[in-house]
């Protein structure tokens, strides 16, 4: 049986996340945007499983700042998918694990964050902290489950395992929608 818990409000990604407004604005647009791709509506509930435990929780978004007309003819596949799948993975991140903070890193790390702790030494904020990847689905199929990106994403996080920094996988299926988080242990 799945945990209903409190609401996702993605006006307060960027406080949660501490993201410049502008940033938080465009992630927001753009989940927004694969939802209504799905024909999903304000409130939708999100299905999230974490190491095979269930959790339910609503997803709102402040309709007064959301122009639903723009946003459907200045955003895509290319671009709306990636950043709306990173706003779902940031809220799963920081309200299930002990991490409070996110760096984007560099390419070819295999990962696509570095979590850390706000209240950090601030000249090594990253030290003992986590590995996030994401990845994101508009419309799954036969050919490209949640199921099947957790395996990719997975294999591809192990880039950086020359570090025992625990990994953290969240792949995102906005038809459904669903979410899944995996953790690895580096040397697991």
């Not at 996702?8 to 945007?33: H, I, T």
């Not at 946003?71 to 991490?99: K, M, Q, W």
Request: proline share 4%; with cysteine.
């Amino acid at each position: 049986m799945a945990i209903k818990l409190s609401e996702f409000q993605l006006g307060n990604l960027k406080d949660l996340v501490r993201l410049p407004s502008g940033k938080a604005s465009m992630y927001v647009e753009a989940c927004v945007w694969c939802m209504d791709q799905n024909e999903h509506q304000n409130g939708i509930e999100l299905d999230l499983t974490i190491n095979k435990k269930d959790y339910v929780y609503p997803i709102y978004w402040p309709e007064d700042k959301i122009e639903i007309e723009k946003i459907r003819s200045h955003y895509n596949i290319d671009d709306a998918l990636p950043f709306g799948t990173e706003a779902i993975a940031f809220f799963v991140c920081i309200t299930h694990t002990e991490y409070d903070d996110l760096q984007r890193s560099i390419r070819k790390t295999g990962i696509d964050y570095w979590l850390g702790y706000k209240n950090a030494d601030p000249n090594l904020p990253f030290q003992n902290s986590g590995r996030l990847e994401i990845s994101g689905i508009l419309r799954e199929n036969d050919k490209n489950t949640v199921e099947q990106r957790v395996k990719e994403k997975l294999k591809q996080s192990s880039q950086s395992d020359i570090t025992t920094l625990p990994v953290y996988v969240v792949v995102v299926a906005f038809d459904r929608p669903y979410a899944k988080m995996v953790v690895k242990n580096a040397n697991s």
